[in-house]
């Protein structure tokens, strides 16, 4: 196939794909009902998920954006919102990248391992997502679908909105409902934007086959883009702490 039947293929396929964001209700019900066990995170509202566990712990990453290196700051309790349990914190290691890991004292038995979807920026293809992430004493959840190359986003109010190309080792993926909460006048210190990234950094996003594509890694003044760290760093957690960059914030070595 020469490189024109190549790109004529993939943008059949990008036009086959369902760029709407309509999604059935049951459908949501039970992508929620499969990855709810797994969502979790620290006082007072910041989202985490268990990416893989150990005999003793659940391994929670949530975003670094929001650890301090202070050991007096430093979470001691994570919360599962399915359950609303709490487990204790026994150690905390700082990842390269924007990624720390908590490992959370497991009382119950062992979650089985979560499923990772690894997209390929090359692809240009777009597919549904959904983000869970805490809020008052509920879970909450943004709407979008991903998209990779010059995938283009079709929404109520923008048709043709045209989603920037994803870097190697992010995506991007539109979520205008989440625009709901913030003021559109370019200020990056809104209080709206603030406690937004509070709520919502480290949050996983989901397939609607129930696995973590990634994670948020950013929120900015354009709300109806979201940048998420792809499953493929996740899925490396248990070989990067074995690396010389981790920094152990609290506990030792696991």
Request: proline share 6%.
């Amino acid at each position: 196939m020469d490189a024109a039947a190549a790109a004529d293929a993939a943008a059949a396929a990008a036009a086959a794909a369902d760029p709407t964001l309509d999604f059935d209700p049951d459908e949501l019900r039970a992508v929620y009902e499969s990855t709810s066990p797994y969502i979790a995170g620290f006082f007072p509202s910041s989202p985490g998920v268990i990416v893989m566990s150990t005999n003793r712990h659940d391994v929670v990453a949530v975003h670094s954006e929001l650890i301090s290196d202070d050991p007096e700051y430093l979470p001691k309790i994570v919360r599962y919102y399915s359950n609303n349990t709490e487990a204790r914190v026994d150690a905390v290691a700082k990842l390269p990248a924007d990624v720390t890991v908590l490992f959370a004292k497991r009382k119950g038995e062992r979650l089985p391992d979560i499923g990772f979807s690894n997209l390929d920026p090359q692809e240009g293809v777009s597919e549904k997502v959904v983000t869970f992430f805490p809020y008052m004493d509920t879970v909450a959840m943004f709407k979008g679908h991903i998209g990779l190359r010059n995938a283009t986003s079709r929404d109520v109010r923008a048709p043709e909105q045209e989603v920037q190309p994803s870097s190697i080792n992010t995506f991007t993926f539109t979520a205008p409902y989440a625009s709901v909460s913030f003021r559109k006048d370019g200020n990056e210190h809104d209080p709206d934007l603030l406690e937004t990234r509070l709520m919502t950094l480290g949050a996983p996003v989901f397939n609607l086959n129930g696995q973590i594509v990634g994670i948020l890694s950013d929120v900015g003044i354009d709300c109806s883009l979201k940048f998420a760290r792809k499953a493929v760093y996740l899925g490396e957690v248990r070989s990067q702490l074995r690396g010389e960059q981790v920094n152990w914030l609290k506990g030792k070595r696991r």
